[in-house]
């Protein structure tokens, strides 16, 4: 039986295309220029609108004219709001993560076990996460409300508010209303919201602690809390930080909690970063000054970034 | 016409760090089943991969139907290929899967069913047109991918380590069965392989191959008898030759040509004799194998199941070889010196 | 082998199962605690879109039960007198674009970072999903004034054309996971039975990723729908408004709140949309561990 014989012919153009050289780049082309073009780009856009005087009127950078040096940033600094947002932005993040890193341990834990209706725990307690932000909060703002909120209801009912009661004479107890309250619930809806990632993450993490490890630490005669300790939270260290870093720049850099909930207010007792510059750059017309607001929440997310790329080189490595 | 041919084919990687192939020529013989056999990490892999066209080689050129195909992707080069894991589509059933060639060479329908049917027929799996491969054994896989194979009617098949996923039961059968099929065909096929048993039992030539080189080809009788260095002998047969090492030579000879001394006086013009301090000893049913040492060296016999050793364990036994069975290897390089009778050194009796 | 005596052994049964009833009910109580904490603004909402404005704006009823019976006058109002229809559709367009770019770009972007780029690859890959925790509230503003350049502003194509930049660098790294998980040795075997790279990947690849593909399609339409930032920056009038944004900024008339429309709004869009990403959840779970694994 005798083969065809082989044929060369224009073998340079037409295997052009099976050059790994030449495929790879060109199928990763599109993305890379989207991401170049419309995150890369607008980032660098960012800084120099800071710089200038852009508004949404005339947004166009034309000429050196447009530049103005430091002066946003001085009138940003200086503004007193400013830096309650900025105060507000850090003290919101840093109080919620702390309770989402516990809480997300316990529930990660809770839900690795079996048991009944354990699926419809885990939808239940993934909704903040899984349903639009906006509209989530949207659910807190009408249980949080001045008059009809049904905690109010309940306290009432169990005389904890009202004349003579624990907590005032008033018979409401103006959630978003009141400074402290308000800002108390901005970060418990951050907790509510990131809860659910951290813990995915988590439990993630725990499936994959290799089943030899834990048959071997149940042999050597470690009980329930001692293999807490000692082997699985020392082995899903990393993947916590994964966890924290992702919560972490979720509500750092978050608008819809702080807007939807209270608008920022009251009287800008809980603006934050992101909510500012809206204020700022889009309400207020002047993008120069929203850009410069919104840009000192950068180096904090470049810390973030350069610890994610620390820790996936460390996974890389292991 | 040599249906494959390497020149000084070459792979490295790492800029030249790591050299996987080094220089191999290779040529093959029209409808003969050659193996590449080696240790894991030899580069028969590799090599097996350059000549199908998915690795390209750093230097050297591959000839196929004496074309030069360095520049040539795979589909150009007319071969057929069946990975150790046989690589069936599994989103399509064992009908498309054979079909799959055809249509990308644009057969019209009616001759892709006939070829299908030809090929389905030779592989004895007509039944399992319209099974999906999760649904077959291991074995209805293999002959699937060789009928995917075969359907082409290539110049040559590549087959890399196709027994190794079977069980042992299944793989006497499926060896049988392959090189009937190969027989049958005609179709020049390399064949690539670790187990030496695999390859001693099918080969018509086999390459020793070792660290990117090959150390020797030919057909299993050269290979096993008059191996070119000590790779290859310690490498084939098992267990492997015995080396003992005399001043600059590595006397070398196979376990079941040692044989006990004859009661009568050993004749020491016909061969050599040595004293083994035997350790342990296996009986396997059909022989047994003595292990010992001779002069410090580990060595191994081979003899009948009831041979009588004559001493216990631990005891010193005499045995004897013939100078016909010796093979003397430079000790340095490890390669073959031809044996000059006169010169077999007697050492210590 | 000394033995343990015999009412050593026998106290030490009993206490054991003791704890196990603990633990159990421990397990249990956090369970619920936590499903409460999560649900409860949902469970509010279901409520709440019920009830009869008389039922509703009576701080003397019991909020939590029904006073006058349920109602679905709330949803017809919504439905039929507020621009919410408007908003869905706007939104589903939106997601469609969106679907259809990020898959197309998706995919030969995975494939080349998981087949064709060798170790950098799975760097560049990490990179690209970095650009995901690019926060839009850091390029919003910058964003409104590119769109205002295109002449795009206020329009809902506005949001087609930005949504992508997160999707596809989410997506591209989901994608990874998956086509890792396709045996190379097919693509191969397809190149050697005739086919080109690119032949082989549509024949080979492509089908056996579909399930990945679908996953990608469902991801771009949660995260299209999640979206609320660009959208509230780009948009101002109501009628190219999405849901997340409609609904918050237009179910107001003056200063009073149509509360039991709004909640319905709410509900009816966030529970379905929870419900599909849970169900695919465990597929992004997949996707990620194997993308963490593997590097």
Redesign the interface.
């Known amino acids: 039986?005798s083969?065809?014989?082989?044929t060369?012919r224009n073998?340079g153009k037409r295997?052009f295309?099976?050059s790994?050289r030449v495929?790879?780049?060109?199928?990763?082309f599109?993305?890379?220029i989207?991401?170049v073009a419309?995150?890369g780009?607008?980032?660098i856009?960012?800084v120099?609108?800071a710089f200038s005087d852009?508004t949404?009127g005339d947004?166009?950078i034309t000429g050196t004219e447009n530049f103005v040096g430091f002066e946003n940033f001085r009138d940003v600094f200086n503004d007193r709001v400013f830096q309650k947002a900025l105060r507000n932005t850090i003290v919101f993040t840093l109080v919620s993560q702390v309770f989402v890193i516990v809480?997300a341990n316990?529930?990660a834990l809770?839900?690795s076990?079996d048991?009944h209706?354990?699926r419809?725990?885990?939808?239940?307690?993934?909704?903040?996460w899984?349903?639009?932000?906006?509209?989530?909060v949207?659910?807190?703002f009408?249980?949080l409300d001045s008059?009809?909120s049904?905690i109010d209801?309940a306290m009432r009912q169990m005389g904890l508010l009202g004349p003579d009661s624990v907590f005032g004479p008033g018979?409401n107890m103006y959630w978003l209303g009141k400074t402290d309250l308000a800002q108390g619930a901005v970060v418990l809806v951050h907790i509510?919201r990131t809860?659910?990632l951290a813990t995915?993450?988590l439990?993630?993490g725990l499936?994959?602690i290799p089943q030899d490890v834990k048959d071997a630490a149940n042999v050597d005669g470690a009980g329930?809390w001692r293999q807490l300790f000692y082997i699985r939270l020392p082995l899903l260290l990393p993947?916590m930080a994964?966890a924290v870093l992702?919560s972490l720049?979720f509500t750092f850099?978050?608008?819809?909690v702080s807007?939807?909930l209270t608008r920022g207010g009251p009287v800008n007792d809980t603006q934050v970063?992101?909510t500012w510059?809206?204020f700022r750059?889009?309400q207020g017309g002047n993008?120069a000054q929203?850009?410069a607001i919104?840009?000192f929440?950068?180096p904090v997310?470049i810390a973030?970034?350069i610890g994610?790329?620390r820790l996936?080189r460390r996974?890389?490595n292991n | 016409m040599a249906i494959v041919e390497t020149r000084k084919i070459t792979k490295e990687f790492d800029g030249g760090a790591v050299k996987v192939v080094k220089d191999i020529d290779i040529k093959t013989v029209d409808g003969e089943f050659l193996v590449l056999l080696g240790p894991s990490g030899c580069g028969k892999t590799t090599l097996l991969r350059m000549i199908g066209g998915l690795e390209k080689p750093t230097s050297g050129e591959i000839l196929i139907a004496d074309q030069v195909v360095n520049h040539l992707p795979p589909r150009a080069r007319q071969i057929a290929m069946v990975f150790q894991s046989y690589a069936l589509y599994p989103h399509m059933n064992v009908k498309n899967n054979i079909a799959f060639p055809l249509k990308a060479a644009n057969v019209d329908k009616v001759e892709q069913k006939r070829k299908v049917e030809w090929a389905a027929g030779i592989l004895g799996i007509d039944q399992l047109l319209d099974r999906k491969p999760r649904q077959l054994s291991g074995g209805q896989r293999q002959r699937v991918a060789l009928a995917r194979a075969l359907v082409r009617e290539p110049n040559v098949f590549l087959l890399d380590e196709p027994l190794s996923n079977l069980d042992a039961q299944r793989r006497a059968s499926a060896r049988d069965e392959l090189q009937q099929f190969q027989h049958e065909i005609g179709t020049t096929t390399i064949y690539v392989t670790h187990d030496q048993v695999e390859a001693m039992g099918m080969g018509h030539r086999i390459a020793v191959i070792d660290s990117g080189t090959v150390r020797q080809i030919g057909t299993p009788r050269d290979i096993y008898e008059d191996p070119a260095d000590t790779f290859v002998a310690t490498f084939v047969g098992s267990p492997p030759m015995n080396l003992i090492p005399r001043d600059d030579d590595l006397i070398g000879f196979r376990p079941e040509n040692l044989h006990l001394a004859p009661k009568s006086g050993a004749d020491a013009a016909s061969g050599l004799s040595f004293n083994l301090t035997s350790i342990r000893q296996e009986y396997l049913g059909s022989e047994k194998l003595v292990y010992g040492e001779v002069e410090g060296v580990r060595t191994v016999a081979r003899m009948a199941a009831n041979a009588t050793v004559p001493t216990a364990d631990g005891g010193d036994v005499t045995l004897v070889i013939d100078n016909a069975d010796i093979r003397i290897f430079d000790r340095k390089s490890g390669l073959r010196k031809q044996p000059a009778m006169a010169t077999i050194p007697t050492g210590v009796a | 082998m000394a033995a343990l005596p015999p009412t050593q052994r026998f106290a030490s049964e009993e206490s054991g199962r003791g704890k196990h009833v603990l633990a159990r009910t421990v397990l249990y109580g956090t369970a619920v605690i936590f499903s409460l904490f999560a649900a409860i603004p949902f469970g509010w909402m279901v409520l709440t879109m019920f009830k009869t404005n008389n039922d509703l704006y009576n701080p003397r009823n019991n909020p939590f039960l029904y006073n006058d019976p349920p109602t679905l006058a709330n949803i017809d109002l919504l439905w039929n007198d507020t621009s919410f229809r408007t908003f869905i559709f706007n939104t589903f367009l939106i997601a469609i674009v969106v679907m259809a770019i990020t898959v197309i770009i998706v995919v030969p972007a995975a494939y080349s970072l998981v087949r064709l780029s060798g170790r950098w690859g799975s760097n560049l890959g990490i990179l690209i999903f970095l650009v995901y925790l690019v926060p839009p509230t850091l390029l919003f503003i910058p964003m409104t004034g590119v769109i205002a350049d295109l002449g795009l502003q206020n329009s809902k194509w506005s949001m087609a054309l930005v949504y992508p930049t997160f999707t596809i660098p989410f997506c591209t790294w989901l994608m990874m996971g998956f086509m890792r998980s396709v045996p190379w040795e097919i693509e191969e075997q397809a190149m050697i039975d005739g086919y080109s790279r690119i032949g082989a990947i549509w024949r080979t690849v492509i089908p056996i990723s579909i399930p990945g593909i679908l996953t990608v399609v469902i991801f771009s339409f949660t995260l299209t729908l999640h979206e609320f930032v660009y959208s509230l920056a780009f948009v101002q009038s109501s009628g190219e408004k999405t849901v997340s944004v409609g609904v918050f900024t237009e179910l107001i008339r003056g200063d009073v709140y149509f509360w039991q429309s709004l909640m319905a709004a709410a509900a009816l869009v966030a529970i379905p949309v929870a419900l599909l990403y849970n169900y695919f959840l465990d597929r992004f779970i997949a996707g990620f561990t194997l993308g963490a694994v593997k590097g």
């Open positions: 039986m083969a065809p014989a082989l060369t073998v295997y295309f099976d790994e495929l790879g780049p060109l199928m990763l599109p993305a890379v989207y991401i419309l995150v780009f607008p980032l856009l960012a120099l609108y852009v949404v947004p166009r809480l316990v529930l809770v839900l076990a048991f209706g354990k419809l725990v885990r939808f239940l307690v993934l909704l903040p899984t349903t639009p932000i906006a509209l989530g949207l659910g807190w009408w249980m008059v009809y049904p209801y018979r509510w809860l659910p995915v993450i439990l993630a499936t994959s329930f993947i994964v992702f720049v850099t978050d608008l819809s807007l939807v970063l992101s510059a809206y750059g889009i993008l929203g850009a919104a840009l929440m950068l997310l973030i970034a994610m790329l996936a996974s890389e």
